[in-house]
C-alpha cells in the first residue's frame, strides 16, 4: 500500500548539512498498525511527513499503491491528502474561534465531500464520545477531549490511512487509552494506521514496531 525506497531526507543549515532520514526502506501494509518509535531528533517525524506527502525526499522514493508520489505535482499530493489521509497532530491544531461540529466539519471540506456532510461529521463525533460537547469551543474542553476533537475531524472523511504524531503525547494515562481505543476500532475496520510514540505501552498495541535511530532502522 505504501512504501519507501532508500528514502533520504538532508537538510542544508548554515553549519553544514544535517541528514534527518539516511536510506530508509520500509514498506506498510494495507490494514497495518504500525508504531514509530525513537529518541528525539531521530527521524521518525520527518519520515511520517514523507508517508503524508509533505516531505520532498533528497533521494530515494515514497510510493503508494503504484504511485511514485513525488513524481506527482503538489496540488495532487495535496488532492491525495485531503482524499486518503487523516493526520493527527499532537498539538491539536483546532481553531479556537470554531465549535467542535465546525472544526470537524473543516476536515470534510477539505477533503471536497459534499454528500451527507451532516451525518458524517456526527458519526464522527459520537465515535469519540463528545456528542455533548458539539457546541463547545476548543478552550472549554479538556486536553483529552480536544485531542478527540482532532481524531474526529481526521476521522471524518473515511480516510484509507491514518497518520498520528505522537496523538497521545500531552495526555493523562486514562484519556491516552481513550484515543489509542479509537484507533484500534479503526484499525480493526480496515484503516492503516501508522503512529509515532515515545510510549512502549502505546507502541505495543501496533502490529509492528519500527525502530528510528540517527535517521536509520534500527536492527
Not at 528514502?7 to 514498506?27: E, M, N, P
Amino acid at each position: 500500500m505504501l512504501r519507501t525506497e532508500t528514502a533520504t531526507k538532508r537538510f542544508h543549515q548554515k553549519h553544514g548539512t544535517v541528514t534527518a532520514l539516511d536510506s530508509v526502506s520500509i514498506t506498510i501494509g494495507k490494514g497495518e498498525f504500525v508504531a514509530i518509535t525513537g529518541p528525539s531528533g531521530s527521524g521518525k517525524s520527518t519520515l511520517l511527513l514523507m508517508l503524508g506527502g509533505m516531505s520532498t525526499p533528497t533521494q530515494g522514493k515514497v510510493v503508494w499503491e503504484s504511485g511514485s508520489m513525488y513524481d506527482w505535482s503538489g496540488k495532487q499530493r495535496a488532492q491525495w491528502r485531503a482524499a486518503k489521509v487523516g493526520y493527527v497532530f499532537q498539538s491539536f491544531n483546532l481553531v479556537p474561534y470554531l465549535t467542535v461540529g465546525e472544526n470537524v466539519a473543516i476536515g470534510l471540506r477539505l477533503s471536497g465531500v459534499t454528500s451527507n456532510g451532516k451525518d458524517r461529521c456526527s458519526r464522527a463525533i459520537e465515535e469519540v464520545r463528545l456528542t455533548d460537547r458539539v457546541h463547545h469551543l476548543p478552550s472549554e474542553l479538556s486536553v483529552g477531549q480536544q485531542q478527540r476533537v482532532a481524531l474526529a475531524r481526521a476521522l471524518v472523511k473515511n480516510p484509507e490511512l491514518i497518520l498520528a504524531d505522537e496523538p497521545t503525547g500531552n495526555l493523562d494515562p486514562a484519556t491516552a487509552a481513550e484515543v489509542m481505543d479509537v484507533l484500534c476500532r479503526l484499525n480493526n475496520e480496515g484503516k492503516t494506521v501508522v503512529i509515532i510514540t515515545h510510549d512502549p505501552a502505546i507502541a505495543a498495541k501496533a502490529h509492528r514496531i519500527v525502530r528510528i535511530a540517527d535517521g536509520k532502522i534500527a536492527v
